[in-house]
């Protein structure tokens, strides 16, 4: 595609419930990021993907985050038993792998989740 | 680890010239890159530096320098749409080669 995409653009769900989230990276990309963002703060870091390489789930708050990426492409990010807490916008990036050459990462235009 | 320090909030005037800093404390990396984003919307990629100096890209330019651990992101001639977030960010170089870490961002208000 043109550019990431992300699904759904918002989400409403109830407490407890499990939800999940979708990344459709630009085609070719091998390196994919997951990060959160709450109202006016930064960007969070949850998951790292690159290429074949093991995740870096490092920034992954709790248990109940989980994210996988099939065959190298779609990303879906699942939270499960959601807390008030979770509300945020999260946001999917993905580039290509030129670590030492910058590698623009490009953003979706997030998913913003509202747990009530 | 990586850590990014920047100011939180920055106001100047139409016209003016600005520049938000940014230190960090990192196990190694690739360059210093910064994003904006507006209000409601997703960061863009603004400019990147793998090695010392500055580098410019129109009204904007950015600095590094690695032995201070120090960078900045300067914009002149402000202009009204110059208002938003500048975020900086290291590509890491360490544990988790190319990951890309993100300051806690530095919001800009431009003023007539």
């Known amino acids: 595609g043109a550019g990431v995409s992300q699904s759904p653009s918002n989400k409403v769900t109830e407490k407890g419930k499990d939800v999940e989230l979708r990344c459709d990276p630009i085609s070719g990309h091998t390196a994919l990021y997951w990060y959160r963002q709450s109202l006016g703060q930064g960007l969070e870091f949850l998951i790292y993907?690159?290429?074949?390489?093991?995740?870096?789930k490092s920034g992954l708050p709790s248990d109940r985050f989980s994210a996988e990426r099939t065959g190298g492409s779609v990303s879906t990010l699942t939270i499960q038993r959601t807390q008030q807490e979770d509300s945020a916008v999260y946001l999917c990036?993905?580039?290509?792998?030129?670590?030492?050459?910058?590698?623009?990462?490009?953003f979706g235009q997030g998913t913003r989740l509202t747990v009530v | 680890g990586q850590s990014l320090e920047q100011p939180s909030e920055v106001t100047a005037v139409e016209g003016a010239i600005v520049q938000i800093n940014c230190t960090y404390q990192?196990?190694?990396?690739?360059?210093l890159s910064w994003y904006q984003q507006h209000d409601g919307g997703a960061p863009t990629f603004l400019s990147y530096n793998a090695l010392d100096g500055l580098e410019e890209t129109g009204r904007f330019s950015s600095f590094l320098s690695r032995s201070d651990s120090y960078g900045y992101l300067l914009l002149q001639e402000l202009q009204m749409k110059d208002s938003a977030s500048y975020f900086c960010?290291?590509?890491?170089?360490?544990?988790?080669?190319?990951?890309?870490?993100f300051g806690k961002g530095t919001k800009l208000s431009v003023k007539p």
């Open positions: 990192t196990s190694g990396f690739y360059g």
């Open positions: 960010a290291v590509r890491d170089r360490g544990g988790s080669q190319g990951n890309l870490i």
């Open positions: 990036a993905s580039s290509l792998d030129l670590r030492g050459l910058g590698a623009e990462a490009f």
């Open positions: 993907f690159q290429g074949n390489s093991a995740p870096d």
